[in-house]
């Protein structure tokens, strides 16, 4: 039997788009917009990967900053609106990419409960299909669980668990039609909650990191007295091929000059990077 091979290197990173008001470090690390981004680009440009996953790209001038160093994507993948890029989620690719689509949450509650900022965010996912491969991907970002609480009984939860259970249909109606799938995105659900287990279970997905219990939040963005974890993930759901895995290893882990010699992280989130084989039978 014949197989034809795709190689993908693959980032996901949560690029802090707002201010951080957890702790008061963090705010103070989280003001310097337009030096973090200028450096974020940086950064990313020399990565040179295949497919650049991204949450909290909220501006059409952030934007412009990604577009303006990462000239090696011919493939920017966004939906338009108001003030940037719909749930602040972009893509850059390699690949040429196809049947696009923004696919928003039903469940955010209203404009006067706990979850009022998923509804400014615009939290959804944003999906499209690698040409030529029966390959889709996937960029997510959860409603922010402002307590950091994973707890089944926390106010955020039901937001969360419906969000999670709504991908887990999206991806289930793409296995149904023999499609494999990349998941990446900010899931805002800790790995060693009840949630994240029901979401591997119920999607049927592989956590390509699924080795690492380390924390994906930088601690000093949140009070001492809350406990940072790991939410960011990058999955995987093969229908139709085989995947090896080469390499998982993390990225945007340490601290940049950003002006006056002061190191700061560039956002409150560690980035994730993996290189990854997919086998397919050949037709």
């Known amino acids: 039997m014949k197989f034809t091979t795709l190689k993908l290197t693959l980032i996901c990173f949560n690029t802090m788009g707002a201010f951080s008001f957890d702790s008061l470090h963090g705010f103070w690390d989280s003001i310097n917009f337009i030096k973090r981004q200028k450096k974020i680009a940086e950064i990313l440009e020399k990565e040179d990967v295949d497919l650049i996953f991204l949450q909290e790209v909220h501006t059409y001038s952030f934007l412009n900053i ?19 890029p719909k749930g602040g989620l972009v893509m850059f690719s390699k690949h040429k990419v196809e049947k696009t689509e923004y696919i928003d949450f039903e469940i955010r ?5 706990t979850s009022f900022i998923a509804h400014i965010i615009r939290n959804g996912a944003l999906v499209c299909k690698l040409k030529n491969y029966p390959v889709y991907i996937l960029n997510a970002h959860i409603t ?8 089944m009984k926390n106010r955020f939860s039901k937001y969360n668990s419906a969000q999670l259970a709504q ?12 499609r494999d799938l990349i998941a990446a995105g900010d899931f805002n659900t800790a790995k060693d909650s009840l949630i994240y287990k029901d979401f591997i279970k119920n999607a049927k997905l592989e956590d390509l990191f699924k080795r690492l219990h380390t924390p994906t939040q930088h601690q000093s963005f949140l009070p001492k007295h809350k ?10 759901r093969m229908n ?5 895995i080469q390499n998982t290893i993390e990225i945007f882990n340490k ?7 002061k190191k700061r992280f560039l956002s409150d989130h560690i980035g994730l990077k993996t290189k ?4 397919f039978n050949k037709k």
């Open 66 to 84: 990604l577009r303006k160093q990462l000239t090696k994507y011919p493939y920017v993948i966004y939906k338009k609106y108001l003030y940037g």
């Open 109 to 113: 509650g209203s404009l006067t409960n």
């Open 144 to 151: 922010p669980n402002l307590d950091h609480d994973y707890s």
């Open 167 to 178: 991908l887990s249909e999206i991806i289930n109606n793409h296995s149904k039609k023999k």
């Open 227 to 236: 406990k940072v974890k790991r939410i960011d993930y990058i999955f995987l």
């Open 240 to 244: 139709t091929g085989k995947i090896k």
């Open 255 to 261: 601290k940049e000059i950003l002006g006056n010699n």
């Open 276 to 279: 990854i084989s997919l086998s």
